[in-house]
Structure formats: C-alpha cells, structure tokens
C-alpha cells in the first residue's frame, strides 16, 4: 500500500501569484499535489498553470476535457509554456468557495518525460448555472527529475485562505 509524506505547504494572505516548491527529494516513486484556491480578479473564474524546475519557455502539452456551465468541451492546450491546468472560482463567484484540484506526477525522478494527470471542481456560482469541472492530462517533454514545482494563478493573484500541498508517494 502507498505512503504519503508532507513535502511542504503553501498558502496566500490574498498578495501571492504563485506557490513554489523547492528542494523536492527524489526518494519518492510519485508526487501528488492538492490546491485549494480562488482567485482575486473580477470574473466568475480564473486559470492555473503548473511548471517544472522554473521553465516556461516550452516543452509542455496537454490534452482535457472541461464541463462548464451545461457544456461539455473536450480541448489540447496549444500553448507550451506551461500546463494549462484548471480553473479556480474568482471574485465573482459564490463566496467563500475554492477549487478542488489534484495534480497526479508519477515516475518525476525518473529520466523519462513528465507526465502529469488533473482532476478539479474548479468553480461554482450559486447565483447562476456557472460551474466548472475538469479532467487534463499534461507532459513536459524533458528528462530531468522534478526538483520544483511552480503553481501560478495566471492572472491576478491567490485569495486569502488558498492552500496546496505536496506529498511524495512511496509504493511499500
């Protein structure tokens, strides 16, 4: 059965763009991160964007499919500098409500590419029948180990309240 460990935690007193971690050991067969968060700008949503060892130049691809509002929209993120991830609730949405997202990285020590599996409740809005839910797979085409993490709101910055944490997986 799999262990969790606490890698580390981070959180937002509403002036954060981006939670890092730093210094992740490669003792671990996986990693699992889980973000709470909600955003600051004046929309009922907002995007997350996750980056490995601070690059974002290019290398990265991915592929969802998105329920929102009624609709359900199957898309590839064409953009490579980054995972498009998910979206969280902003200011404009239903108060006092965060995403659930978890970002799946098996195998991030290895030599291989970095694959990354996403599932979130993004965004609800109890005023109207705007919600948001998703499920993505991404890749960063590179064989080096994983050792940081970048989880960026992609305007705007992290409420107050917004947390993630990191765990490393060991497989016993």
């Known amino acids: 059965m799999p262990t ?25 067969t996986d990693l699992i991160l889980y973000l709470s968060g ?21 290398g990265y691809s991915g592929k969802e499919v998105r329920g929102f509002d009624s609709n359900s929209v199957g898309s590839v993120n064409s953009d490579t500098r980054y995972i498009d991830t998910m979206r969280m609730p902003s200011s404009n949405a239903t108060s006092n409500t965060f995403s659930n997202i978890s970002f799946y990285i098996p195998n991030y020590a290895g030599s291989t590419n970095k694959s990354v599996s996403i599932d979130a409740a993004g965004q609800e809005n109890n005023s109207s029948s705007s919600w948001y839910i998703d ?19 992609e305007v705007g910055n992290y409420a ?9 997986v060991s497989n016993a």
């Open 160 to 168: 107050n309240y917004s947390t993630a944490y990191l765990y490393g």
């Open 38 to 58: 909600r955003g600051t700008t004046a929309d009922n949503r907002q995007g997350v964007n996750l980056y490995f060892n601070n690059t974002t130049g290019s």
């Open 135 to 153: 499920l993505a797979a991404g890749l960063w085409s590179s064989t080096d180990a994983i050792n940081r993490i970048d989880v960026k709101a």
């Open 4 to 28: 969790f460990t606490l890698i580390g935690t981070a959180s937002s007193t509403g002036s954060t763009s981006i939670f890092t971690f730093t210094t992740i050991p490669s003792t671990y």
